[in-house]
C-alpha cells in the first residue's frame, strides 16, 4: 500500500509517476481482465463491447492515480453507466417482451429484473407476513424466488457493509443520468436551495415504507419512481396506469433532467429518492468517510458549492464532518484548495495518511464498479455495436 502524501501546493499538483500509477493501477488492470476475458454478450460485438470496457476501467482508475484526483475520473464511469443501462435494459425488455409495459401477470409470475430500489419497502411487509412483495403484489404465486432474492439481498449487503451510501456513487445505475444533466452547465442557475429539502428523502422513504405494508406492494415502484421512464412501466392498460406513468415521466422530466441542469445538484438523489436515504443509515457501517481537517480549513466552503448532494453545511465543516448523506464521491475533496477535505477511515486520526484512505477505498469501489457497471456499460456498448458490426 502506498503512503505517500498528496502533494499540497495549492493549484501546483505534480502528477504522480507513471511508473508508480501503473502499479497502483495493475490489482485493478488483473481484476478487469479477469471480468471481462469471457465476454457476457455474444458475437464480435460482445467481444469488442468487453475490450473496449476493460480498457475504460482501466484508464479512469489509472488516471485517479496519476492525477491524485477522483469525482472527476469516477464521473465518467458513473454517466456512462447511467447513459447506456437503458440502453442495454430497454433491447433485452423488448426482445423478451417486444414493449416496455409490463403486464400485471408478468408481475405477479415474478418475471421482472431484480431492482435494488425497493429493498427499503420489502423490510415491513416481509416481518408481518413473511411475504417478499417484490416486485408486485402478494397475490398467490408472486414475488422473486426466495434464492434469488436472497442472493441479490446477500450482494447488496456486502456492498453496503463496505461503502455505505457510496452506493450511489460507484453502483447505483439510475444515478448517472442526472450527474451527467448536472455537469453540463458551466454554472448554477438555481443557486438559493432550501436546506429543509434534505428531508424530502427521509420523508419519502417514511411514506412509501408505511404506504408499502398497508397496500402490500412496492409502492414507490408503482407510483413514484422516476426510472420507470426508461427501464419497465406498469403497461397503461387503464386510467390507473396511465396516471402512473404521467407520474414517472413528470418525475424524470423534473428531476432527473431539468432540475440539476438548473442547480448543478443530484437533485433526485438528495432531495428525493427513498433508496438513497436508506442507504445513508449504512454509512454508520462503513469504514470509509471524508472529513474535514480543521487544521488547514480557511473555510472557504468551495467544497460545500462542489457537493452534488448539499452533504456539507457550515456546521457540518466547522464540525469538520459531513452529513450523513454523504455518498463518498470525491468531489469536496478535488475542489479544496487547502486539501483539507480528506478521506479518511474512521478511528484513525483525521489527515493520517488520507491517500491510503482513498486507495482503500477506490479498490473497494471500482472493483464492485468493474463488477456491476462495468456489466452495464459493455451490455449497452454492446447493443449500439450490434447495429454497425
Ligand atoms: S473547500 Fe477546503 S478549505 Fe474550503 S471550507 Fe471546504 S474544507 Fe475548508
Ligand atoms: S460531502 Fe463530499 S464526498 Fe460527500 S457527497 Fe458531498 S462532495 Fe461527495
Known sequence: MASEARPVQPGQIAPRSIGRSVLLTLPIAVWSLLMFSHSRQPGRSGQIASILTAVFMIALFFMMMRTWSTYRWRRWFFVA?????????????????GTMGIPIEEMIAGRTPFCYLPIPL??????????????????PGGGMSGAGMAAMAGVWLAITIVVGKGWCSYV?????????MASLPARAKLRKIDPRWRYGPWAVLLAMVLLSLALFEPAYCMWLCPFKAVSEYVAARNTVGMVQNGIFVLLFAGLVVVLPLLTKKRTQCAFFCPFGAF???FNKTSVFDVKIDQTRCSPCVLCKSACPTMSLTDESIARGE??????????????????????????TEVAHKPER?????????????????????????????????
Request: aromatic share 10%; glycine share 12%; charged share 10%.
Open 81 to 97: 453507466m447511467g447513459l447506456l443501462f437503458p440502453v442495454g435494459f430497454i433491447h433485452n425488455v423488448l426482445v423478451m417482451r
Open 122 to 139: 420489502l423490510i415491513l411487509p416481509a416481518a408481518f407476513t413473511k411475504t417478499l412483495v417484490f416486485p408486485g403484489s402478494i397475490l
Open 172 to 180: 447505483c445505475f439510475f444515478g448517472g443520468i442526472e450527474e451527467g
Open 279 to 281: 442507504q445513508s443509515i
Open 322 to 347: 459531513t452529513l450523513i448523506s454523504c455518498m463518498k464521491c470525491g468531489a469536496c475533496v478535488d475542489a479544496c484548495p487547502k486539501h483539507a477535505a480528506v478521506w479518511h477511515i474512521k478511528g
Open 357 to 389: 484512505a482513498r486507495l482503500m477505498l477506490l479498490y473497494a469501489a471500482w472493483g464492485m464498479a468493474i463488477m456491476f457497471g462495468g456489466g452495464i456499460i459493455a451490455e449497452g456498448l454492446a447493443t449500439i455495436l450490434h447495429v454497425f458490426v
